[in-house]
């Protein structure tokens, strides 16, 4: 049995200040905003762990209340200015709610700690009037023994999520806010990144990444996948499959350390080759999530700066081991090129298609998500090595303009792809056909580099 108990961390004497939102924020919100309501949640970025031997809960909460005067953009609201454009709002007070629930005993920490977290990440925020940020404790005998981080993707992404959570770990041992400000200088906060975006330094990057972006789009295929038949009425909702293989996570960094690239290269080589291969092109065009952590003073930024690449792969179906060298280089000029205001590059397009120019599809998403410090729940984590196991977790509401988006994610022991797909395109035995594919690639080409070593 459990009792719910509900705290308050008062926040005074923060950084204070208003204006544009950056580029990460207005594309996240503008993005969340054409969901269902009820899909907004998939969004947030979350973090969960137990606390073992546990923590001193007045520890866990002075921990957190230095951490907002760390970071501006746990106490930023976003609200909307002119012509759809965005802008922030830093408070330099407030209260951070945090939900406590007490277990008679510690074994039950994690299981009421595990309900606990899938509760608070299925909540959507209204970052116009909340902060974007959701604390969850499970205390048992006077200490926390399990934490629970949930926030709005307008506020981090994974990377921002990932040093977020070993900011609180230090500050939670006693490491001041000024030497964790010192260890992470330089980490521009959000109103900062903002300035640059808005100077001529920040106006030049973005004219040169919208161009190359607009030029890739009138080179790439318009279609890669047959177009559906007659709509189905009502749209059927978006199947999610997910692949956990122990396998993959033992061979891909072996096959990108035989290739001189990255692991991720390596999944987003397959990703293309099985795109091509199932939609009967002979190219893969594939809208390639970035983390657009290039410039020095945003490598450690908590905030969002993730934005979207234009991968185009010609002949992806050649073989893999030349698939994956190409994808590597070929990755290198779409991550440069992912640092521009989306809201201007939309409208852009928006222009050309409405005087008929020809572009390129990019229905098709992948997402290295490694990064993010815990696995999703429905990744299977926790379920022991054994072999490859695909499960039907989720559906979801449509989503019009989408192929597939295409997720890797570390799971315990494994590494996992989670695949949502529009079924009319890409049914469920070709998603089966189409995450295994992945796989086999990967492992066959482990195979033969070892054999060659």
Not at 22 to 35: H, K, M
Not at 47 to 53: F, K, Q, R, V
Not at 317 to 322: G, L, M, P, S, V
Request: with cysteine.
């Amino acid at each position: 049995m459990t009792t719910r108990q509900l705290l308050h961390i008062a926040f005074s004497s923060g950084r204070a200040g208003t204006g544009p939102a950056t580029w990460g924020q207005q594309a996240i919100r503008d993005a969340v905003s054409r969901l269902a309501p009820a899909d907004a949640p998939r969004y947030n970025i979350a973090a969960a762990a137990p606390l073992d031997p546990g923590l001193p809960l007045p520890a866990l909460l002075a921990g957190l209340e230095k951490l907002l005067h760390l970071h501006d953009s746990l106490h930023t609201r976003l609200v909307p200015g002119e012509a759809g454009r965005l802008r922030q709002v830093v408070d330099p007070e407030g209260r951070l709610e945090v939900e406590v629930r007490h277990c008679a005993e510690p074994a039950e920490a994690a299981e009421a700690g595990a309900r606990l977290h899938e509760e608070l990440a299925a909540l959507p925020f209204d970052t116009a009037t909340q902060w974007p940020i959701r604390v969850g404790v499970v205390a048992a005998g006077g200490s926390a023994r399990y934490v629970s981080l949930v926030l709005s993707h307008t506020a981090v992404d994974g990377t921002g999520m990932s040093r977020l959570v070993a900011d609180l770990t230090a500050l939670c041992q006693g490491t001041s806010p000024a030497e964790l400000a010192e260890i992470r200088e330089p980490a521009q906060q959000p109103l900062e990144e903002a300035a640059f975006q808005t100077s001529e330094r920040g106006r030049q990057r973005d004219e040169g990444a919208r161009k190359q972006f607009l030029r890739k789009l009138r080179l790439a295929p318009t279609r890669l996948f047959p177009p559906p038949g007659e709509p189905a009425t009502p749209a059927p909702r978006f199947p999610n499959a997910v692949l956990r293989s122990p396998a993959l996570a033992r061979t891909v960094d072996r096959v990108a350390a035989a290739h001189r690239v990255t692991s991720s290269s390596v999944l987003l080589a397959a990703t293309a080759a099985m795109t091509a291969r199932l939609s009967g092109s002979t190219d893969a065009v594939l809208n390639v999530v970035v983390s657009n952590r290039f410039l020095p003073e945003l490598t450690n930024a908590v905030s969002v700066v993730a934005g979207d690449g234009l991968f185009h792969l010609p002949d992806a179906t050649a073989e893999f081991r030349d698939v994956v060298r190409r994808t590597n280089a070929a990755a290198i000029g779409a991550y440069r090129h992912a640092y521009y205001d989306k809201l201007r590059l939309e409208a852009e397009i928006g222009r050309l298609a409405a005087e008929g120019v020809p572009l390129a599809d990019r229905s098709c998403i992948f997402n290295d998500t490694r990064e993010l410090v815990a696995a999703s729940p429905d990744t299977g984590a926790g379920e022991g090595e054994g072999g490859t196991t695909l499960t039907w977790p989720l559906e979801f509401e449509p989503r019009p303009g989408l192929t597939y988006a295409l997720d890797a994610l570390q799971s315990p022991g494994a590494l996992s792809l989670a695949m949502t797909a529009d079924p009319a395109v890409l049914p469920r035995p070709a998603m089966e056909r189409f995450l295994y594919g992945i796989e086999e690639l990967i492992l066959t080409e482990a195979r033969t580099a070892g054999a060659a070593a």
